[in-house]
């Protein structure tokens, strides 16, 4: 029996691959075509499946990185606006932030106009992201080590990292610890119900459904007050209070999830037979342009204002087939 230390709980047991696989090539969240697979392997005891890490999987992700430009803005107003404003309704009582991953630095860009946000503070891989940070008035410190961290704050924000932190336990262990007693961690994350395509992610490193994180938060004495999944589409928003009592049971992910794989990955294979228009470059866009590049006529985006036909491929009669990703 082959045991090995879990990357999720942190306990040893014994390792079981995912076993669904696809012959779809994968993307990356910048939208590049990556030519590796990933192999998917599972927590029992808490209903995550996770990526095997390698040295390689870990050079592809710091390529990724290297040069990751964000341009998740386009839409208004954007998901860090709504974030914001959230915070703002929600916390009244003068705070110092923590921001984990800040992406392009909006969302902290917005916090900072809050009179009651004190100072921010974020942790980044990339030590790039301070020269656009270091603009912004309340801006303090950017991390890159987590375990140089020494200060406690009363929130942190995760926003689209939680699914592609590969320490998930060392590292949900050390956020615990950076909270005051009574600090709250808001958390917002793909839906894997809804937004599918995450599966084919390569950066992604683990997936599980609202339930079972926050059932899996409980460990690190975190737990729900707030369910604010309402607030943006195919995505989980969610207010964490340390040392608050509520505890919820996780539930069966794992067959469910291969189910819904399943079922999405036969529908969209029926693409091969159709001549396609993608309305929607975003990640399920470029994940089926790269997928099917011979079936596309068309591809279009009114917010990234791409327009482009590819005539070559089709006779003029064949029929297009409109595919909504939005
Ligand atoms: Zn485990």
Redesign the pocket.
Known sequence: MNKNY?P????Q?KTKKFTFNSKLKLISSNFKKINNKKNYYV????E?IYAKQTAKRRKIINDIYKDFTFKNNLIKPSREIIIANEIKKKFRKNMSVLEIGPGNGELINCLSKFKNIINIDAYDINKNKFFTLNKVKKFKNLFINLNKIYHKYDLVIMNQVFFHLDKLDKTMNKISELLDDNGHLFLITPNPFKHKVIYYVYDIFSISSKKNIISYLNRYNLNLKNDLSYLLKNQISLIFKKNFSNRVRGEKFISKYKKTQISFASEISKLRHKKITINGMGLKGNFIFNNYKKNVFQIKDEFRKINKVFKKNFKKKSKLFELKTY
């Open positions: 879990c999720i709980c942190g306990r047991h927590c029992k005891n808490f995550f």
